[in-house]
């Protein structure tokens, strides 16, 4: 058996030019599924763990995704906002610990703007339940002698080289339509937030006093003619919040998560819903499953191809090679060696492709993740391989093996005869 790996492998070394091309299609199949499935993972590792110790999620109705999405990971927009009213007798029950409420809807250079309150760094948890840490300066203080200050998360500010006491100013929606800026009233930024791999990474947070500030002198998103307020005149005027966007919410105790929740759906004074974030994380994974699947169908079936371009291409010089293999059968190689001879080619072949695939998909992790991390807020890691990656490659390599039988078998049946007078 030693014999005929060796001899299998000085085969294919001697026609490497044709099946190098065949090892890089099946390199790319293999780069395809393993990063893929990296990508996969990593997302719902990053969604899952972008809010931990939070029960409940309170926003006006509408989809329990929807929900999640525009206030935990600021993207979309809410149907509604909430009466602060509200969010005040929500924390008034018997059952909730605490509420952060949460303001979103204007932005600064293209990084979403999140209005809240002190409560927001010292309850918010992500990952491990782990707690957001001022990597410079301090929170904003929330009264009105800081009313104009901000923190950062670590990517607003490492991309746009953002340091302590420097100015910014803040735009009204996305800030895409000319004259949305605030710049009468410019902020200042009093702490930058540690990285965390989360949406807060990439989040400018104000006070909610400072939110009602920049829009005293705003109405249905535009300036109000003839009327401007400056920016210490501001600091006069009731900003007390009147409404917010969503609402975190902790319990006392876990056992009354469906009572608070029910107590949210059943309140009276405007319609609203509370939502798990797990149950509706579960439900995001279950709409973008389908397109999952579909995708990992497709990189599926491009190995298929690369593993039939392996067998027509071993098929193929089977004609070339008849006198090869009768020469190997007159000196007393049987039909069961030469079988194992191209069948063991095929398999070289396809483990250098997987080999080097895998080697391709290390090399383009560790090379985009930390453009992806910092465009998308999504962390690649180079951890060990994953089960499902486990599976893929031993489907690949499976295939390869079939594939690899077909021109065996076909040599397996031609006689010596045939290969000693070979068709002109």
Known sequence: MKALLSLAAASAWNRRGTLSLVALSIALSTLLLLAFDRVRIDVRDNFSQAVSGTDLVVGARTGSVQLMLYAVFHLGGATNNVRMESIEEIAKHRAVDWVVPLSLGDSHRGFPVLGTTKAFFERFRYGERQALRLEHGSPFSGDLDGLYGTVL??????????????????????????????????????????????????????????????????????????LAIPAEQARKFDLAPKQVTAALVGLKGRAAVFAVQRFVNDYEGEPLMAVLPGVALDELWNVVGVGEKLLIG???????????????????????RRRELAVLRAVGAGPRDVLVLLAAEGLLVTLAGMLLGTLACVALIAGAG????????????????????GLLLGGVLAAGVLASLIPGLRAYRMSLSDGLSPRS
Not at 305 to 318: K, Q, R
């Open 153 to 226: 998360g670590a990517e607003v500010a490492q991309r746009l080289r953002y340091k302590l006491g420097d100015p910014i100013v803040l735009s009204h929606g996305s800030g895409t339509l000319p004259g949305s800026e605030h710049a009468d009233k410019p902020f200042t930024v009093v702490g930058i937030l540690a990285p965390t791999g989360t949406p807060v990474d990439r989040t400018v947070h104000i006070s909610l006093p400072a939110l009602e500030a920049i829009h005293l002198d705003w109405s249905a998103g535009t300036p109000m003619k003839g």
């Open 298 to 320: 497709l990189s599926a079936l491009v190995a298929l191809v690369s593993l039939a371009g392996l067998v027509a291409t071993v098929l193929a010089g089977l004609n070339e």
């Open 370 to 389: 930390p453009w992806v991390q910092s465009h998308y807020g999504v962390t690649l890691n180079l951890g060990e391989p994953s089960a499902s990656q």
